[in-house]
């Protein structure tokens, strides 16, 4: 899997030492079976690798010789002279300060122009970039060549922002598998979208179409005074839209038939910064120009977060929605419909998060003061990310307690960290970093008193502690005594633990959403879930077991949840972890990880109770692969009982979705989420 993952990205983090010796390469030592007889290398010397290639053989001759001085003559027993150690020193002073130069010119690129630059990139890299920006085909093995289309962009005086990650394809096909992936597809490994630090690496296919500029200033400014401000909106040529602009294609891939398929609504996530800290709405009038665009395409509404730490900042039940009021009333004015998650955790430092949002002023004044609100490990570690639902009873809160109304004020509820309901137990602030475990989330002092209360009520006080043999953070299952084979989480005391570990999780979204469903009724609610997927393939599930689901290989521990939501009526809004696997950790093969296993449990335990599914992505995407696997997911091949998504949730709305590649792309996904047909540009 190691060596699949290299191929993808093209150079392996562990080719540094080689990068950094690039500037001049020795010839190999001599052939003993030829009998002495040398083998020349070529020499590269900075960005002169790029010249010499493309220069005659009389142009080579001089550099051909200098190889020849460097490295001696043959015979004489095939010895070769060593250059003197100073002139080494100086080399490797002329490639640091070669590379210093280059990795200015990256972080520039990356920083301004936005181009998707692989973290090892070299001069070769930015040539490409270049090059496939001015409107030239670059191949795979560095064949170039001008773009068929590129004509009819120089006379129209654009060049079409194209994306690499949009209409790049596999030629690969598989079977089609249980979950209704249509034959064409890869293996669940390649079917991912492959990313690595944040850059898309498809698999090489006969065209490598142009990159777009992607920078944020081009992506909004239209071509020519005849565009709409729609078409304005929008990165490229717009005047191609109605035109159907003949691209370079590659060949295409064998996709599903999603017309006359069940209606799928799909909205947009709006940006986390849209209402600042002062509840003010950000940049109404473009705002305003993108929901236009958005309409324009039949979109069928937009997702909101209104914060706690933004809404109620300064003191209790002191609320200020003037910002949102005018969001919603912009919504409303556009018809289109409003998703509403009232988030009470902290935002900054997950991933994706690009503004820092905290918990309202006055609870962390009590926080200070009573650090027991907040979840805390074996070792006494808090994390304010969110509160703990041991004080869900407790009036600690300046009169109040954390499930009263004066908190789930106005629209559906987040149940815990990132607004998912499970407990805080891979906290990257406390030195968690995958696959590692995770810990139990029980140490604060309400949360034991309800351990104590279970424990004596059970008759055995002495089970009124954590487990003390279940590792650290980034511990794995085999190395601790309560997950390994076998261990003590299969115990009389290990299932008592698990089980009121897991209740006390359960009773906590019950409660919450009893009060939503008062507060909001005849209006949907939902809750959040996310797959824990690593270490699935183990007996014990150790991450999900201290993320508080208990779903060990004996037990369904999402049955439970699923009930739960069928009782108030709840949607389960579930966040397929699949779309980032590649990106985090197919570096890590002993983790055991099950992304696909664990989502058809859950989405099957959802659909036994009865309990519609919504989904959203959980992080951007823009290619056709990744708007395939959703859409496989939404609408399952061949189930007889025709289930499909209650909705999708696109993250998220900004300016690479704006580009034109990337907005032609995901128009034609809503339209077959919404079950039209799709009729794409012939080559």
């Known amino acids: 899997?190691?060596?699949?993952?290299?191929?993808?990205?093209?150079?392996?983090?562990?080719?540094?030492?080689?990068?950094?010796?690039?500037?001049?390469?020795?010839?190999?030592?001599?052939?003993?079976?030829?009998?002495?007889?040398?083998?020349?290398?070529?020499?590269?010397?900075?960005?002169?690798?790029?010249?010499?290639?493309?220069?005659?053989?009389?142009?080579?001759?001089?550099?051909?010789?200098?190889?020849?001085?460097?490295?001696?003559?043959?015979?004489?027993?095939?010895?070769?002279?060593?250059?003197?150690?100073?002139?080494?020193?100086?080399?490797?002073?002329?490639?640091?300060?070669?590379?210093?130069?280059t990795a200015r010119i990256l972080a520039g690129l990356r920083r301004h122009g936005n181009y998707n630059l692989r973290v090892r990139a070299d001069i070769n890299d930015v040539i490409a970039a270049l090059a496939r920006?001015?409107?030239?085909?670059?191949?795979?093995?560095?064949?170039?060549?001008?773009?068929?289309?590129?004509?009819?962009?120089?006379?129209?005086?654009?060049?079409?922002?194209?994306?690499?990650?949009?209409?790049?394809?596999?030629?690969?096909?598989?079977?089609?598998?249980?979950?209704?992936?249509?034959?064409?597809?890869?293996?669940?490994?390649?079917?991912?979208?492959?990313?690595?630090?944040?850059?898309?690496?498809?698999?090489?296919?006969?065209?490598?179409?142009?990159?777009?500029?992607?920078?944020?200033?081009?992506?909004?400014?239209?071509?020519?005074?005849?565009?709409?401000?729609?078409?304005?909106?929008?990165?490229?040529?717009?005047?191609?839209?109605?035109?159907?602009?003949?691209?370079?294609?590659?060949?295409?891939l064998p996709e599903r038939d999603f017309a006359g398929t069940p209606y799928v609504p799909v909205y947009v996530m709006l940006p986390l910064g849209v209402i600042n800290m002062k509840c003010e709405l950000v940049d109404a009038d473009g705002l305003l120009k993108q929901l236009r665009v958005l309409k324009s395409i039949n979109i069928d509404g937009v997702m909101v977060d209104c914060w706690w730490g933004i809404v109620e900042a300064h003191a209790p039940q002191d609320y200020n929605w003037n910002g949102y009021k005018k969001l919603f009333q912009m919504v409303s004015e556009l018809k289109l419909k409003l998703q509403v998650v009232m988030?009470?955790?902290?935002?900054?430092?997950?991933?994706?998060?690009?503004?820092?949002?905290?918990?309202?002023?006055?609870?962390?004044?009590?926080?200070?003061?009573?650090?027991?609100?907040?979840?805390?490990?074996?070792?006494?570690?808090?994390?304010?990310?969110?509160?703990?639902?041991?004080?869900?009873?407790?009036?600690?809160?300046?009169?109040?307690?954390?499930?009263?109304?004066?908190?789930?004020?106005?629209?559906?509820?987040?149940?815990?960290?990132?607004?998912?309901?499970?407990?805080?137990?891979?906290?990257?602030?406390?030195?968690?970093?995958?696959?590692?475990?995770?810990?139990?989330?029980?140490?604060d002092h309400y949360l034991l008193k309800s351990l104590r209360k279970a424990a004596e009520a059970r008759g055995q006080s002495f089970w009124d502690r954590g487990p003390d043999n279940a590792g650290s953070y980034n511990s794995q299952p085999h190395e601790t005594g309560f997950f390994c084979d076998g261990g003590d989480y299969n115990g009389y005391y290990g299932r008592f633990f698990l089980d009121w570990?897991?209740?006390?999780?359960?009773?906590?979204?019950?409660?919450?959403?009893?009060?939503?469903?008062?507060?909001?009724?005849?209006?949907?609610?939902?809750?959040?879930?996310?797959?824990?997927?690593?270490?699935?393939?183990?007996?014990?599930?150790?991450?999900?077991?201290?993320?508080?689901?208990?779903?060990?290989?004996?037990?369904?521990?999402?049955?439970?949840?699923?009930?739960?939501?069928?009782k108030h009526g709840a949607v389960l809004n579930f966040t397929s972890a699949e779309q980032h696997v590649l990106d985090r950790h197919e570096g890590f093969p002993e983790a055991f990880s099950d992304s696909e296993g664990l989502a058809w449990q859950m989405l099957n335990a959802a659909w036994d109770a009865c309990v519609p599914i919504a989904s959203e992505n959980p992080l951007p995407c823009h290619d056709r692969l990744s708007y395939n696997k959703i859409l496989d997911d939404a609408k399952p091949f061949g189930d007889p009982d025709g289930k499909h998504f209650f909705s999708f949730t696109y993250l998220r709305l900004g300016p690479p979705l704006m580009e034109r590649e990337n907005f032609l792309e995901f128009e034609r996904f809503l339209k077959r989420m919404h079950g039209e047909a799709v009729v794409d540009p012939q080559v």
């Not at 006055?362 to 990310?385: K, L, M």
């Not at 999780?505 to 959040?528: E, N, P």
Request: aromatic share 6%.
């Open 1 to 101: 899997m190691a060596t699949d993952m290299q191929n993808l990205i093209g150079t392996s983090e562990d080719d540094d030492e080689e990068e950094l010796e690039m500037d001049v390469k020795e010839e190999d030592e001599e052939d003993e079976e030829n009998g002495g007889k040398r083998i020349h290398r070529q020499v590269m010397v900075g960005v002169d690798v790029g010249i010499a290639a493309s220069s005659s053989n009389n142009n080579q001759l001089p550099h051909h010789q200098q190889i020849q001085d460097q490295v001696g003559t043959p015979g004489g027993g095939g010895v070769r002279r060593c250059r003197p150690l100073e002139e080494k020193e100086r080399t490797k002073l002329r490639e640091r300060h070669r590379r210093a130069i």
């Open 133 to 252: 920006e001015a409107g030239w085909v670059v191949l795979p093995d560095g064949t170039t060549f001008p773009s068929r289309s590129q004509g009819s962009r120089s006379a129209a005086g654009t060049s079409a922002m194209v994306n690499p990650s949009s209409h790049v394809v596999s030629q690969q096909t598989q079977t089609t598998s249980q979950k209704g992936i249509s034959p064409g597809y890869r293996s669940s490994l390649e079917y991912n979208t492959c990313r690595m630090k944040g850059v898309f690496m498809p698999t090489p296919s006969p065209y490598d179409l142009s990159p777009s500029a992607r920078s944020q200033t081009s992506a909004l400014v239209g071509d020519g005074g005849e565009q709409t401000e729609i078409h304005s909106l929008i990165g490229g040529s717009m005047d191609t839209v109605n035109d159907k602009q003949i691209v370079d294609l590659p060949p295409k």
């Open 343 to 443: 988030s009470f955790h902290e935002c900054g430092g997950n991933v994706g998060d690009d503004v820092c949002i905290p918990l309202p002023h006055w609870v962390a004044e009590i926080g200070r003061s009573n650090p027991d609100i907040f979840f805390t490990d074996r070792e006494g570690r808090r994390n304010p990310e969110c509160l703990s639902w041991g004080i869900d009873k407790e009036r600690v809160l300046r009169g109040r307690t954390a499930v009263e109304d004066g908190i789930i004020a106005m629209v559906e509820v987040g149940l815990g960290p990132c607004g998912e309901l499970r407990y805080p137990s891979c906290p990257v602030k406390h030195g968690w970093r995958y696959p590692g475990i995770g810990e139990f989330q029980c140490y």
């Open 501 to 566: 570990y897991s209740h006390a999780l359960v009773d906590h979204g019950d409660r919450v959403l009893s009060l939503a469903k008062l507060a909001f009724d005849g209006t949907c609610i939902a809750a959040k879930l996310s797959g824990i997927h690593w270490w699935y393939k183990t007996a014990s599930h150790a991450a999900e077991l201290t993320a508080g689901f208990y779903n060990p290989c004996n037990r369904d521990g999402y049955a439970a949840i699923a009930a739960m939501l069928k």
